[in-house]
């Protein structure tokens, strides 16, 4: 390592709390698909920021629009009407089946905004007092105290935090039965990933959202779908949802929505929105103007570039690729799974000293449940990337052997 990065270690070791474990790369700068560290070397980007940077990284019609706005309308709060903001929520919705939406400044705030919205629903506008959410092993939904409950993972996230807040129960991924069994005259919502990101890449199986579908209609409670990862165009189309032909009463996005700039948004149907009113639900941030005009140029150019039907291309051309690794090591990927550029190459054995050879030979990307290689790469990665990463990592597996 450089001595900028062992600068930067030890002076952050005084002034951060240590939250974070950190990778072994320092980053100074970054452009289009590309990361580089303070001695200039060139990383090809896999994670994307955890899928924020969709349209990669400094994207010059993002900064052109961050920088107008910034010139004319900062930020006024939410007292004041802003048109940044409204076009923002006509272009968003013109995306999908919801009727309503409410800006928010990260994706845990969006998932508590859904489950507070479903709540109140139930409590307001249909006189029950169900507030009981639903939720499936390996989801991961936030760090709030609710979202962290709603989180269907133990360990490190949840030790230390409790008493954690009631009103939640976690099935089983996947298990109709236990679906079933936990949905009672309490439950406001069930709330669901389409495809897991933190849990290991794991798409819903179709017979569960079937089943799922068919008891929300019996049922009545509420579906979120959290899209905080899945959404903008990331699993090929341009909600994941939309995938499954499910329309959910309220799902969440937040990540990839403004590239970068922190925002987030709770979508619903306009008989869901009637959970909210005014002082009902709130934010100091959300949907400022100048993260607004972001975002909205961030839909203008997925849109306009066809960046779902590229993500679905591309995604196609890397389980190509990579099943090519899979024929050569047969006995060392258990599987590959996603969908769109959101894709898990599920290892055999433990992966971290596999993520870290990858790592030194360039490619960044993350590890997710101790054997699952997630890639996230920006929506513009090129297929010589996704190429290149298939090489490194057979070689990589090839040093495992020996």
């Given at each position: 390592?450089?001595?900028?990065y062992?600068?930067?270690v030890?002076?952050?070791?005084?002034s951060?709390?240590?939250?974070?474990?950190?990778?072994?790369?320092?980053?100074?700068r970054?452009?289009?698909n590309r990361?580089y560290?303070?001695?200039?070397?060139?990383y090809v980007?896999?994670?994307?920021?955890?899928?924020?940077?969709g349209?990669g990284?400094c994207?010059?019609?993002?900064?052109k629009?961050?920088i107008?706005?910034?010139?004319?309308l900062?930020?006024?709060?939410?007292?004041?009407?802003?048109?940044?903001?409204?076009?923002l929520a006509?272009k968003?919705?013109a995306?999908?089946d919801?009727?309503?939406v409410f800006?928010?400044?990260?994706?845990?705030?969006?998932?508590?905004?859904?489950?507070?919205?479903?709540?109140?629903y139930?409590?307001k506008v249909?006189?029950?007092d169900?507030?009981?959410?639903?939720?499936?092993?390996g989801s991961?939904?936030g760090?709030?105290?609710?979202?962290?409950?709603?989180?269907?993972?133990?360990?490190?996230i949840?030790?230390?935090?409790?008493?954690l807040?009631?009103?939640?129960r976690?099935?089983?991924f996947?298990?109709?039965?236990?679906?079933?069994?936990?949905?009672?005259d309490a439950?406001?919502a069930?709330?669901v990933?389409?495809?897991?990101g933190e849990?290991?890449?794991?798409p819903?199986?179709?017979?569960?959202?079937?089943?799922?579908?068919?008891l929300?209609?019996?049922?009545?409670?509420?579906?979120?779908?959290?899209?905080?990862q899945?959404g903008l165009?990331?699993t090929?189309?341009f909600?994941?949802?939309q995938?499954?032909?499910?329309?959910p009463?309220?799902?969440?996005?937040?990540?990839?929505?403004a590239?970068?700039?922190?925002?987030?948004?709770?979508?619903?149907t306009?008989?869901?929105?009637?959970?909210?009113?005014?002082?009902?639900?709130?934010?100091?941030?959300g949907?400022?103007?100048?993260?607004?005009?972001?975002?909205?140029?961030?839909?203008?150019?997925?849109?306009?570039?066809?960046?779902a039907e590229?993500?679905?291309?591309l995604g196609?051309?890397?389980h190509?690729?990579?099943?090519?690794v899979?024929?050569e090591?047969?006995d060392?990927?258990?599987?590959?799974?996603?969908?769109?550029?959101?894709?898990?190459?599920?290892?055999?054995?433990?992966?971290?000293?596999?993520w870290r050879?990858?790592?030194?030979?360039?490619?960044?990307l993350?590890?997710?449940?101790?054997?699952?290689?997630?890639?996230?790469p920006?929506?513009?990665i090129?297929?010589?990337?996704?190429?290149?990463f298939?090489?490194?990592?057979a070689?990589?597996?090839?040093?495992?052997e020996?």
């Open positions: 390592m450089g001595s900028t062992n600068n930067w030890e002076r952050e070791k005084k951060i709390m240590s939250t974070y474990g950190r990778y072994p790369l320092a980053v100074a970054a452009a289009g990361l560290d303070p001695e200039g070397r060139e980007d896999l994670l994307a920021g955890i899928a924020v940077n349209l990284h994207h010059p019609a993002l900064n629009a961050m107008e706005q910034a010139e004319t900062g930020h006024v709060s939410n007292l004041f009407y802003q048109e940044p903001q409204i076009l006509e968003l919705l995306t999908c919801a009727d309503k800006f928010c400044n990260s994706g845990a705030e969006a998932n508590e905004g859904a489950i507070k919205l479903a709540r109140r139930m409590r249909r006189g029950v169900a507030h009981e959410i639903v939720t499936l092993e991961f939904h760090r709030t105290l609710a979202t962290l409950t709603a989180t269907g993972q133990s360990g490190k949840k030790d230390g935090f409790g008493p807040p009631s009103g939640f976690t099935v089983p996947g298990d109709v039965c236990a679906l079933r069994g936990a949905v009672t439950t406001a069930v709330m990933e389409m495809v897991q849990g290991g890449v794991r819903l199986p179709e017979e569960f959202v079937d089943a799922l579908l068919a929300r209609e019996e049922k009545g409670f509420l579906l979120i779908v959290d899209e905080v899945t165009c990331r090929g189309s909600w994941a949802h995938r499954f032909n499910v329309r009463d309220i799902f969440t996005t937040a990540k990839a929505l590239n970068g700039l922190p925002m987030g948004a709770v979508l619903a306009d008989e869901a929105a009637k959970g909210f009113e005014p002082g009902s639900h709130a934010t100091t941030f949907g400022g103007p100048v993260v607004a005009a972001v975002a909205s140029k961030v839909l203008d150019l997925m849109l306009e570039e066809r960046l590229r993500a679905e291309l196609a051309f890397a190509e690729a990579l099943r090519g899979v024929a090591h047969p060392k990927i258990l599987s590959l799974r996603g969908m769109g550029l959101m894709i898990g190459v599920e290892l055999a054995f433990p992966g971290q000293d596999v050879a990858l790592l030194d030979k360039g490619f960044v993350n590890l997710t449940q101790g054997s699952v290689l997630r890639l996230l920006p929506l513009t090129e297929e010589a990337d996704l190429t290149a298939a090489a490194a990592l070689e990589v597996l090839r040093d495992v020996r």
